[in-house]
Protein backbone atom coordinates (compact mmCIF):
# COMPACT_ATOMS: atom_id res chain seq x y z
CA UNK A 1 0.00 0.00 0.00
CA UNK A 2 1.07 3.63 -0.54
CA UNK A 3 0.49 5.48 2.92
CA UNK A 4 1.40 9.05 2.56
CA UNK A 5 1.16 11.83 5.88
CA UNK A 6 1.30 14.95 4.59
CA UNK A 7 2.95 17.31 6.89
CA UNK A 8 2.80 21.13 7.35
CA UNK A 9 1.64 24.09 9.10
CA UNK A 10 -2.00 25.72 9.22
CA UNK A 11 -2.13 26.69 5.36
CA UNK A 12 1.19 25.13 4.28
CA UNK A 13 -1.48 23.51 1.12
CA UNK A 14 -1.72 20.11 2.72
CA UNK A 15 -5.74 20.07 1.88
CA UNK A 16 -4.68 21.54 -1.64
CA UNK A 17 -1.78 18.70 -2.86
CA UNK A 18 -3.93 16.24 -1.28
CA UNK A 19 -6.94 16.48 -3.78
CA UNK A 20 -4.13 15.99 -6.09
CA UNK A 21 -2.40 12.93 -5.24
CA UNK A 22 -5.68 11.26 -4.66
CA UNK A 23 -6.14 12.12 -8.06
CA UNK A 24 -3.03 11.04 -9.95
CA UNK A 25 -2.67 7.75 -7.64
CA UNK A 26 -6.16 6.74 -6.67
CA UNK A 27 -5.89 6.79 -2.74
CA UNK A 28 -8.47 7.38 -0.08
CA UNK A 29 -8.14 10.47 1.41
CA UNK A 30 -8.54 10.66 4.89
CA UNK A 31 -8.65 14.69 6.26
CA UNK A 32 -9.54 14.38 10.49
CA UNK A 33 -9.76 18.43 9.81
CA UNK A 34 -12.42 17.33 7.58
CA UNK A 35 -13.90 14.46 9.65
CA UNK A 36 -14.43 16.64 12.11
CA UNK A 37 -16.23 19.72 10.49
CA UNK A 38 -18.65 17.09 9.74
CA UNK A 39 -19.15 15.70 13.36
CA UNK A 40 -19.55 19.48 14.09
CA UNK A 41 -22.22 20.17 11.45
CA UNK A 42 -24.11 17.03 12.60
CA UNK A 43 -24.30 18.15 16.05
CA UNK A 44 -22.61 15.07 17.27
CA UNK A 45 -21.05 14.52 20.64
CA UNK A 46 -17.47 14.77 19.69
CA UNK A 47 -18.49 17.57 16.88
CA UNK A 48 -19.22 19.53 20.27
CA UNK A 49 -16.28 18.58 21.97
CA UNK A 50 -14.24 19.23 18.66
CA UNK A 51 -15.39 23.08 18.60
CA UNK A 52 -14.81 24.42 21.41
CA UNK A 53 -10.79 23.30 20.43
CA UNK A 54 -11.23 24.55 17.08
CA UNK A 55 -12.69 28.40 17.87
CA UNK A 56 -9.76 28.72 19.97
CA UNK A 57 -7.09 27.37 17.42
CA UNK A 58 -5.85 23.96 19.49
CA UNK A 59 -5.48 20.94 18.62
CA UNK A 60 -8.37 18.51 19.66
CA UNK A 61 -7.24 16.03 22.22
CA UNK A 62 -5.21 12.98 20.99
CA UNK A 63 -7.56 9.91 22.05
CA UNK A 64 -10.29 11.71 20.57
CA UNK A 65 -8.66 12.02 17.43
CA UNK A 66 -7.01 8.52 17.71
CA UNK A 67 -10.52 7.09 18.49
CA UNK A 68 -11.91 8.65 15.59
CA UNK A 69 -9.57 7.43 12.98
CA UNK A 70 -9.66 3.90 13.79
CA UNK A 71 -13.06 3.98 12.62
CA UNK A 72 -12.25 6.02 9.65
CA UNK A 73 -9.09 3.86 8.79
CA UNK A 74 -11.37 0.77 8.71
CA UNK A 75 -13.76 2.01 6.43
CA UNK A 76 -10.78 2.38 3.72
CA UNK A 77 -9.81 -1.24 3.79
CA UNK A 78 -10.05 -1.79 0.15
CA UNK A 79 -7.97 1.30 -0.73
CA UNK A 80 -4.17 1.07 -2.57
CA UNK A 81 -3.08 3.70 0.14
CA UNK A 82 -4.09 6.42 2.40
CA UNK A 83 -3.03 10.08 2.06
CA UNK A 84 -3.42 11.32 6.01
CA UNK A 85 -3.81 14.82 5.52
CA UNK A 86 -3.46 16.73 8.98
CA UNK A 87 -3.01 13.78 10.95
CA UNK A 88 -1.19 12.71 12.95
CA UNK A 89 -0.15 16.33 14.48
CA UNK A 90 1.41 14.95 17.73
CA UNK A 91 4.08 12.21 18.61
CA UNK A 92 1.16 10.06 20.42
CA UNK A 93 -1.04 10.52 17.33
CA UNK A 94 2.16 9.67 14.96
CA UNK A 95 2.85 6.51 17.65
CA UNK A 96 -1.10 5.61 17.32
CA UNK A 97 -0.94 5.66 14.10
CA UNK A 98 2.03 3.29 13.52
CA UNK A 99 0.41 1.13 16.23
CA UNK A 100 -2.76 0.88 14.16
CA UNK A 101 -1.11 0.60 10.13
CA UNK A 102 1.31 -2.56 11.39
CA UNK A 103 -1.82 -4.22 12.83
CA UNK A 104 -3.29 -3.96 9.47
CA UNK A 105 -0.32 -5.04 8.45
CA UNK A 106 1.04 -2.27 6.38
CA UNK A 107 2.69 1.01 7.04
CA UNK A 108 4.02 4.54 6.23
CA UNK A 109 5.61 4.89 2.59
CA UNK A 110 6.63 8.74 3.02
CA UNK A 111 5.92 11.85 5.36
CA UNK A 112 6.00 14.93 2.85
CA UNK A 113 6.88 17.76 4.83
CA UNK A 114 5.52 21.30 3.45
CA UNK A 115 7.22 24.02 4.05
CA UNK A 116 5.88 27.43 3.56
CA UNK A 117 6.52 31.09 5.45
CA UNK A 118 4.81 32.15 7.81
CA UNK A 119 3.74 35.69 6.49
CA UNK A 120 2.62 33.38 3.27
CA UNK A 121 0.41 30.92 5.61
CA UNK A 122 -1.41 34.18 7.21
CA UNK A 123 -1.78 35.69 4.26
CA UNK A 124 -3.63 32.43 2.30
CA UNK A 125 -5.76 31.42 5.44
CA UNK A 126 -6.88 35.03 6.13
CA UNK A 127 -7.53 35.02 2.31
CA UNK A 128 -9.57 31.40 2.57
CA UNK A 129 -11.32 33.02 5.79
CA UNK A 130 -13.46 35.52 3.18
CA UNK A 131 -15.12 32.43 1.55
CA UNK A 132 -14.60 29.28 3.79
CA UNK A 133 -17.15 30.15 6.16
CA UNK A 134 -14.64 28.59 9.01
CA UNK A 135 -14.64 29.96 12.51
CA UNK A 136 -10.39 29.57 12.59
CA UNK A 137 -10.02 31.19 9.81
CA UNK A 138 -9.46 34.69 11.54
CA UNK A 139 -6.11 36.43 12.93
CA UNK A 140 -6.00 35.94 16.02
CA UNK A 141 -7.58 31.88 15.62
CA UNK A 142 -4.85 31.97 13.09
CA UNK A 143 -1.59 32.98 15.25
CA UNK A 144 -2.90 30.53 18.17
CA UNK A 145 -2.86 27.46 15.44
CA UNK A 146 0.22 28.47 14.67
CA UNK A 147 1.61 28.87 18.03
CA UNK A 148 0.06 25.00 18.45
CA UNK A 149 1.47 24.02 15.57
CA UNK A 150 5.03 25.32 16.89
CA UNK A 151 4.84 23.60 20.10
CA UNK A 152 3.16 20.38 19.65
CA UNK A 153 3.05 19.33 15.47
CA UNK A 154 6.57 20.98 14.33
CA UNK A 155 8.76 18.23 16.90
CA UNK A 156 6.93 15.17 14.45
CA UNK A 157 9.44 16.16 12.17
CA UNK A 158 12.12 14.70 14.20
CA UNK A 159 10.20 11.84 14.42
CA UNK A 160 9.91 10.80 10.69
CA UNK A 161 13.46 11.86 10.14
CA UNK A 162 14.26 9.15 13.10
CA UNK A 163 12.15 6.75 11.20
CA UNK A 164 13.46 7.26 7.28
CA UNK A 165 10.49 8.69 6.21
CA UNK A 166 10.85 12.37 6.30
CA UNK A 167 10.80 13.88 3.17
CA UNK A 168 10.72 18.53 2.93
CA UNK A 169 8.88 19.59 0.01
CA UNK A 170 9.33 23.57 -0.86
CA UNK A 171 5.86 24.64 -0.10
CA UNK A 172 6.02 28.05 -1.99
CA UNK A 173 5.38 28.97 -5.39
CA UNK A 174 2.42 27.85 -7.88
CA UNK A 175 0.39 24.51 -7.26
CA UNK A 176 1.20 22.87 -9.69
CA UNK A 177 5.36 23.37 -9.30
CA UNK A 178 4.74 21.96 -6.20
CA UNK A 179 2.67 19.41 -7.02
CA UNK A 180 5.93 18.28 -9.37
CA UNK A 181 7.75 18.20 -6.31
CA UNK A 182 5.88 15.48 -4.76
CA UNK A 183 5.40 13.66 -7.82
CA UNK A 184 9.11 13.20 -8.28
CA UNK A 185 9.01 12.02 -4.05
CA UNK A 186 6.30 9.67 -4.28
CA UNK A 187 7.42 8.01 -8.13
CA UNK A 188 10.89 7.45 -6.72
CA UNK A 189 9.02 5.47 -3.77
CA UNK A 190 6.35 3.44 -4.89
P1 LIG B 1 -7.31 21.32 9.18
O1 LIG B 1 -8.58 21.19 8.48
O2 LIG B 1 -6.29 20.21 8.98
O3 LIG B 1 -6.74 22.74 8.78
P2 LIG B 1 -5.30 23.40 8.43
O4 LIG B 1 -4.14 22.86 9.21
O5 LIG B 1 -5.55 24.82 8.53
O6 LIG B 1 -4.93 22.96 6.97
P3 LIG B 1 -5.77 23.04 5.64
O7 LIG B 1 -5.63 21.68 5.02
O8 LIG B 1 -7.13 23.51 5.89
O9 LIG B 1 -5.10 24.18 4.78
P4 LIG B 1 -4.28 24.04 3.46
O10 LIG B 1 -2.90 23.96 3.99
O11 LIG B 1 -4.68 22.97 2.56
O12 LIG B 1 -7.54 21.44 10.76
C1 LIG B 1 -8.43 22.38 11.35
C2 LIG B 1 -8.46 22.23 12.88
O13 LIG B 1 -9.00 20.92 13.25
C3 LIG B 1 -7.09 22.27 13.58
O14 LIG B 1 -6.66 23.58 13.84
C4 LIG B 1 -7.40 21.48 14.88
O15 LIG B 1 -8.05 22.26 15.82
C5 LIG B 1 -8.36 20.38 14.40
N1 LIG B 1 -7.65 19.15 14.03
C6 LIG B 1 -7.58 18.62 12.77
N2 LIG B 1 -6.83 17.48 12.78
C7 LIG B 1 -6.41 17.31 14.08
C8 LIG B 1 -5.58 16.35 14.72
N3 LIG B 1 -5.01 15.34 14.02
N4 LIG B 1 -5.35 16.48 16.05
C9 LIG B 1 -5.90 17.47 16.76
N5 LIG B 1 -6.70 18.42 16.21
C10 LIG B 1 -6.94 18.35 14.88
O16 LIG B 1 -4.61 25.34 2.55
C11 LIG B 1 -4.85 26.63 3.00
C12 LIG B 1 -5.20 27.63 1.86
O17 LIG B 1 -4.03 27.92 1.08
C13 LIG B 1 -6.26 27.15 0.89
O18 LIG B 1 -7.24 28.17 0.79
C14 LIG B 1 -5.54 27.01 -0.46
O19 LIG B 1 -6.35 27.40 -1.54
C15 LIG B 1 -4.35 27.94 -0.32
N6 LIG B 1 -3.18 27.43 -1.04
C16 LIG B 1 -2.72 26.16 -1.05
N7 LIG B 1 -1.60 26.05 -1.78
C17 LIG B 1 -1.33 27.30 -2.27
C18 LIG B 1 -0.28 27.85 -3.09
N8 LIG B 1 0.72 27.11 -3.57
N9 LIG B 1 -0.30 29.17 -3.35
C19 LIG B 1 -1.30 29.95 -2.86
N10 LIG B 1 -2.32 29.50 -2.09
C20 LIG B 1 -2.33 28.19 -1.79
Known amino acids: MLNIVIFGAPGSGKGTQSELIIKEYDLAHISTGDVLRAEIKNGTELGKTAAAYIEKGQLVPDQLIIDMLAG ?22 AEALKVMLNERGTDITVMLSLEVEEE ?6 LERGKVSGRSDDNLETIQ ?43 DARK
Open 144 to 186: SRLVEYREKTAPLADYYIQEGKYVAIKGMGTIDEIFASIKEVI
Open 120 to 125: ELINRL
Open 72 to 93: VLDSKKEAKGVIFDGFPRTIPQ
